[in-house]
C-alpha cells in the first residue's frame, strides 16, 4: 500500500488566517467549511491556488510572462507537496452574447466538423409557401458544370452587364503582393480586392511591399477580374470561355456581379456544389467554418451571428397609452430641447389634421390603420390613399440613431430599443447556405441549428440514433466519441435541461461553474488539484449524488479535489473535512477541527459538527402566517422559455419559497416575468417582462426590491459604509467637531473621492499601482499618507479620539459600541451585525466581498430604512456562502421583514430555508421541457403529501416530528 501523500502547508497568514499549519490529503476529496468570513476561501483560493499559479508562472520564460497577470506570492511561510492547481470560481458566464453552452465545452467545434464531413447540402431556393413558411427546394446539391453555369448566366435579361471573377484569395490575411503580380503575368488587368475594382497596372507602379494599402493582420478576399460581358444572343462562346478560365484559376469557383437595376449584385457558382434546378444556389465548399457564427463566412449578414437585432419597441415608445396622440403619447418626441419639442409638435399637428384626430384623443384609441402609419410611416398605398407622406415615429427614431454623432443621444434612444429575433436567419444565428446543411438520423434530418437548440438530454438521444452510411459513419466516428463524452459529463453534473444554444450570460453562477467543471473531467488530467467554489449552487437536492459522482470520478483519476462548501450532502460525502473558525473575520482564521466526518461530529470545538450531529439545528416556526390566495399577486399565462402558460398565485404578507428542480423554470418566474412586469408597472422601468398574458394584484405593492448577489459596486472607492448610507452621517458628524468648525471643514472634506481632504498622491485609495513588467503589478502603500487615504491636516481631526481613517478601519461590532449614541448610525450597523457581518470593516472594498457578503448587506440596508409601504423583495438563493449558523441569522432578517407585513419571494434549495417558510411554490417535476408546471403549492405540510414534488420527498423527513399546523388556505 502507497505511503498518503498530502499538501503541507505551513505558516499561512493571508488576511484573516492566524499562521495555519495543516495538513490536506493528496488524491481525496477534501471539503473545507466553517462559518461565512472565517477564512475559507483565503485558504483554499487565496493560499493554494494562488501559489499554485504563481509557480507555474515562475516555470515561463521572462519574455512570455510579460504577457500573463502575474500572481503575488501569498503570505504563507511553505507549501510542499503542491501539484498543478485549476480553479472553477463561482462567476457567471459572461456577458458575451457569442459565448453559449456549446462553445464554452467546445461540443460546438465538433459538431461544425461533424456537418463539414457528413452533412449533406440541400437547395434553399424558395417554390412556394408562405413568407413566414416559404417552402425550399430542399433537393441534395451536387457538382455543376460549366455549361449549367454559362446557361444560368444566360438567363439574365438582355443588355444585362455581367463582371466574371475568378477569386484567388479568400479570408486570407497579409499584403498579397505576390499574388497581383502572378495575374499581371498571366495577363489580367483588373482584381477586385475586398469588393473595390483596381486596376492592376496602377497599384503596382507605386512598388512598396504593400501596392494594395491593406491591413496586414486583417482577412482579405482577391478575384481576378477575368472578364466582363454585356448578356447577348451571340455571346454564349465567349462566355463559356471565361466561365472555363476562372474555374480553372480558381480551383472550380467562381464569383459572377451582375447590374440589375442599377446596383452590382453578386452570384456564386461552383463546379462542386450547386443545385441543378437552382444553380445559383451553390457553395463555395463544405467548411467547418460555413457553419460558425463568428465567421464572416458562416454568420448571418443581419445580425452578424447573435441571433437578435436591436429594434425600437413601440410598447417602450408609447407607455401609457391613454395619453392623448399630442399630450405626451410618443414619449421620445416630446423629452427633447425646447426647440425639437417645438418641430415635433407641428410634425404631429400636420399628421393630425390630415386623418382628421383630436390633439387629446387617446393613441390607444386611434384604428389599427392610424397607428401603423403614425408608427412606422406611410406606404405609396398611403400616400395615395391619405394624401400626404409621413415619416413615421419609428423611422424617425432609426435615422436619428443612425445618424447622430452624440453618444449621450445615442444612449437615450436605445432606452426605446429591445432585442428582436433577426427576421433574417430567425434567431438561428447562420447564413441560408448552412442552415441547409442537413444531418440524417432515424426521425428527421436536422441542421446545426436544431441540434444545438436541443436540450442535453435530447441531443444524447439524437447523437446516437444518426442514420450515416458506412464511409460518412467512419469518418464520424471519432467525432462523435468526443461529444458524446461533453454531452455525459454535463448530463452527470445536473445540466441536462440546458439547451446547447443557451447564452452564458443566462446562466446563473451555479451552472457556468459545473459546465466548466464538466469541461474539466472531460480533459483527462491526472495529478491536479481543482478548487471549487460551492458547486452545489443552484443544485436540487435530487441531483448532488451526480455531482458528487463527478468529484469522484477526478479523484479516481488521481487528482486532488477541494472543495469549500456548506452543503451538508457534500460534507457528508467526503473523505477528509476541515473546519475553519470558531468565528467570522478577527474571530477566525482558525482550524478548529479536520479529519473524517465521524473526527468532525465527535470534536466539540467543530460548530459545523455540532449541526450535522443534530446537537444544533435551526427550528422550524412553531406558527406560520395565514396566508391565502384571495389577497395575493397572480401571474396568468407564463409561458416565457419552458413555462407552459400556468396561473402561478403569490400570497402577500409573508415568505414564500419558490423551489423545484434546476431547469425547472423558478427564475424565468420570479426573475424575468414577476419582478420585470412589477417592477415596470410600479416603478415605471422600461425592461419588458417575459411572456405572459397579465398580473393581476400589484396594486396593491409599494416597492419592488430584488436583493441579489451582484457587487454593491464596482470601484475599490465603494464599501459597507457608502453603500448603507452612514458614511454620509458619520462625515456630518467630523464636521460638526469644534476643530472643523474652526477650520471651517465641510461634510466633503471626509470624503476620499473628492479632491480636499484626500491624499491626492494616490487620490484617496491608499495604494499606488506599480508596473513591473514582467513581473506581477505591485501595489505598495502611499508614502504620504500610508494607506489612510487622507492628508494630513484632515487626519487631525478626531471624533472621540478616531480619525476619519480610524472608522473606515473599525469592524462592525466595534463600530456597534463606537456609535451608540447616533440612532440613524447605530440602526445600520445592527442592522449589518443582524445579518451576520460583525467582521466586516465599515471601509472594506467592495471588489473583495464575496456575492453573499453583497447580499446581506443589501438586506441589512432594507433593513435600516424606515418602512414605507409593502414591499415585495426577491431574494435569488439568499443562502449561497452561509454556514449553517449564518442560515439562522437570515431567517431571522427574512422574518423580521416579513413581519413588518411585506412579501418575500425566495428562489430557495436550501432544506433549511423550506421548512420555515410560510407558502411553497414548488415547479417541475423536472428541469427543461419536462417542467415548467406548478407541482404542488401551500404550507409546506401540504407539499409533502405531493407525490410529484421532489421537494416534498426531502422535505418530508424535516417536518416529520412535527404537528401539522390548523387548516390553511391551499392553492391546489
Not at 445615442?410 to 429591445?418: C, L, P, V
Not at 438563493?877 to 418575500?904: C, M, W, Y
Request: aromatic share 6%; charged share 25%.
Amino acid at each position: 500500500m502507497s505511503e498518503q501523500k498530502f499538501i503541507r502547508i505551513r505558516g499561512a497568514s493571508e488576511h484573516n488566517l492566524k499562521s495555519l499549519n495543516v495538513d490536506i490529503p493528496r488524491d481525496q476529496l477534501v471539503v473545507i467549511t466553517g462559518v461565512s468570513g472565517s477564512g475559507k476561501s483565503s485558504l483554499a483560493f487565496d493560499t493554494i491556488f494562488a501559489e499554485g499559479q504563481r509557480k507555474y508562472m515562475e516555470s515561463l520564460s521572462t519574455y512570455a510572462r510579460q504577457f500573463l497577470d502575474q500572481w503575488q506570492k501569498p503570505d504563507v511561510e511553505s507549501i510542499e507537496g503542491l501539484p498543478p492547481t485549476i480553479a472553477i470560481q463561482q462567476r457567471t458566464g459572461g456577458h458575451n452574447p457569442r459565448s453559449t453552452v456549446a462553445t464554452i465545452t467546445e461540443i460546438y467545434d465538433y459538431l461544425r466538423v461533424l456537418f463539414a464531413r457528413c452533412g449533406t447540402p440541400t437547395c434553399w431556393a424558395v417554390v412556394g409557401g408562405t413568407a413566414s413558411q416559404p417552402r425550399f427546394c430542399g433537393r441534395p446539391i451536387s457538382a455543376t458544370a460549366a455549361t449549367q453555369i454559362v446557361d444560368a448566366l444566360l438567363s439574365f435579361d438582355t443588355g444585362t452587364r455581367l463582371m466574371i471573377c475568378s477569386p484567388v484569395v479568400r479570408g486570407k490575411k497579409g499584403y498579397h503582393r505576390e499574388v497581383i503580380e502572378g495575374l499581371q503575368k498571366h495577363g489580367f488587368v483588373r482584381a477586385r480586392v475586398d469588393g473595390r475594382i483596381i486596376d492592376i497596372r496602377e497599384v503596382l507602379k507605386e512598388g512598396g511591399d504593400n501596392p494594395l494599402e491593406l491591413g496586414r493582420y486583417e482577412q482579405h478576399t482577391i478575384e481576378a477580374v477575368v472578364d466582363r460581358v454585356t448578356v447577348k444572343p451571340d455571346v454564349r462562346q465567349r462566355l463559356a470561355d471565361s466561365v472555363e478560365v476562372a474555374l480553372r484559376l480558381s480551383d472550380g469557383l467562381l464569383v459572377v456581379l451582375a447590374e440589375v437595376s442599377g446596383k452590382w449584385t453578386e452570384h456564386r457558382y461552383s463546379e462542386k456544389l450547386a443545385c441543378s434546378d437552382h444553380p445559383q444556389c451553390s457553395l463555395d465548399d463544405l467548411a467547418p467554418r460555413l457553419f460558425s457564427f463568428n465567421s464572416p463566412y458562416g454568420a448571418c449578414q443581419q445580425c452578424d451571428g447573435l441571433g437578435v437585432i436591436s429594434e425600437f419597441d413601440e410598447d417602450l415608445i408609447v407607455p401609457d397609452p391613454t395619453m392623448g396622440v399630442a399630450d405626451g403619447a410618443i414619449e421620445p418626441w416630446r423629452r427633447n430641447g425646447r426647440r425639437m419639442n417645438i418641430y415635433y409638435g407641428r410634425v404631429l399637428r400636420r399628421f393630425r389634421e390630415h386623418v382628421g384626430v383630436s390633439r387629446s384623443k387617446p393613441f390607444e384609441q386611434l384604428s389599427p390603420t392610424l397607428k401603423r402609419v403614425l408608427m412606422q410611416g406611410t406606404t405609396e398605398a398611403d400616400e395615395a390613399r391619405l394624401g400626404f407622406s409621413f415619416e413615421g415615429v419609428v423611422p424617425n427614431l432609426r435615422r436619428r440613431y443612425e445618424n447622430t454623432e452624440s453618444d449621450f443621444i445615442k444612449e437615450r434612444m436605445r432606452s426605446y430599443m429591445t432585442n428582436a429575433v433577426c427576421p433574417q436567419c430567425r434567431g438561428r444565428r447562420l447564413r441560408r447556405e448552412a442552415l441547409h446543411v442537413k444531418l440524417p438520423s432515424e426521425r428527421a434530418n436536422v441542421n446545426i441549428a436544431e441540434v444545438v437548440a436541443m436540450t442535453i438530454e435530447h441531443a444524447i438521444d439524437f447523437m446516437g440514433n444518426l442514420d450515416l452510411s458506412a464511409e460518412k459513419r467512419q469518418i464520424a466516428e471519432p467525432i462523435l466519441r468526443e461529444i458524446d463524452a461533453r454531452l455525459g459529463f454535463l448530463a452527470s453534473v445536473g445540466l441536462n435541461y440546458l439547451t446547447l444554444d443557451r447564452t452564458a450570460g443566462t446562466l446563473s453562477a451555479g451552472e457556468a461553474q459545473r459546465i466548466r467543471l464538466a469541461t474539466q473531467v472531460g480533459s483527462g488530467l491526472v495529478g491536479v488539484c481543482y478548487v471549487l467554489d460551492e458547486p452545489t449552487i443552484g443544485l436540487h437536492q435530487r441531483d448532488n449524488d451526480r455531482l458528487i459522482a463527478t468529484l469522484r470520478c477526478l479523484t479516481d483519476i488521481g487528482n486532488t479535489v477541494l472543495v469549500v462548501e456548506h452543503d451538508e450532502g457534500m460534507i457528508r460525502a467526503a473523505d477528509h473535512i476541515i473546519d475553519i473558525g470558531p468565528g467570522p473575520g478577527q474571530h477566525g482564521g482558525c482550524i478548529t477541527a479536520r479529519g473524517s466526518l465521524e473526527e468532525i461530529i465527535a470534536n466539540d470545538d467543530s460548530l459545523t459538527g455540532a449541526y450535522l450531529s443534530r446537537k444544533r439545528t435551526i427550528a422550524t416556526p412553531p406558527q406560520r402566517r395565514r396566508l391565502s390566495n384571495s389577497n395575493a399577486v397572480v401571474v396568468k399565462g407564463a409561458r416565457q422559455n419552458n413555462l407552459q402558460s400556468i396561473d402561478v398565485a403569490f400570497p402577500l404578507g409573508g415568505f414564500i419559497c419558490v423551489t423545484g428542480v434546476s431547469g425547472s423554470g423558478k427564475s424565468t418566474l420570479v426573475n424575468e416575468i414577476l419582478f420585470k412586469a412589477a417592477r415596470k408597472i410600479v416603478h415605471g422601468s422600461r425592461t419588458a417582462p417575459g411572456a405572459h398574458r397579465r398580473i393581476n394584484g400589484l396594486g396593491k405593492i409599494d416597492r419592488v426590491v430584488q436583493v441579489d448577489q451582484s457587487p454593491i459596486g464596482r470601484t475599490p472607492r465603494s464599501n459597507p459604509a457608502t453603500y448603507t448610507g452612514i458614511f454620509d452621517d458619520i462625515r456630518k458628524l467630523f464636521s460638526l467637531t469644534k476643530e472643523s468648525k474652526i477650520r471651517g471643514y465641510a461634510p466633503g472634506r471626509f470624503s476620499f473621492n473628492v479632491k480636499g481632504g484626500r491624499c491626492e498622491a494616490c487620490q484617496g485609495q491608499g495604494v499606488k499601482k506599480i508596473e513591473m513588467h514582467f513581473l506581477p503589478d505591485l501595489f505598495v502603500t502611499c508614502e504620504a499618507c500610508k494607506g489612510r487615504r487622507y492628508n494630513r491636516e484632515t487626519l487631525e481631526i478626531t471624533y472621540r479620539h478616531k480619525t476619519i481613517a480610524d472608522i473606515l478601519d473599525m469592524p462592525v461590532e466595534q463600530a456597534v459600541d463606537f456609535f451608540d449614541a447616533h440612532r440613524r448610525v447605530l440602526r445600520m450597523l445592527q442592522c449589518l451585525h443582524d445579518v451576520g457581518l460583525d467582521y466586516l470593516k465599515l471601509g472594506q472594498p467592495s471588489t473583495t466581498l464575496s456575492g453573499g457578503e453583497a447580499q446581506r448587506i443589501k438586506l441589512a440596508s432594507e433593513l435600516g430604512l424606515i418602512s414605507a409601504g409593502h414591499t415585495l423583495y426577491m431574494l435569488d438563493e439568499p443562502t449561497t456562502g452561509l454556514h449553517f449558523a449564518d442560515i439562522q441569522k437570515l431567517l431571522d432578517v427574512l422574518s423580521r421583514l416579513a413581519d413588518a407585513g411585506n412579501t418575500l419571494v425566495v428562489i430557495e434549495h436550501n432544506l433549511d430555508v423550506i421548512k420555515c417558510a410560510d407558502w411553497i411554490i414548488d415547479l417541475g417535476p423536472e428541469g427543461g421541457d419536462r417542467g415548467g408546471t406548478v407541482v404542488a403549492a401551500g404550507p409546506p405540510e401540504q407539499i409533502v403529501k405531493a407525490k410529484r414534488s421532489h421537494t416534498g420527498r426531502y422535505l418530508k423527513p424535516l417536518l416529520a416530528k412535527r404537528r401539522a399546523p390548523p387548516a390553511l388556505a391551499v392553492a391546489r
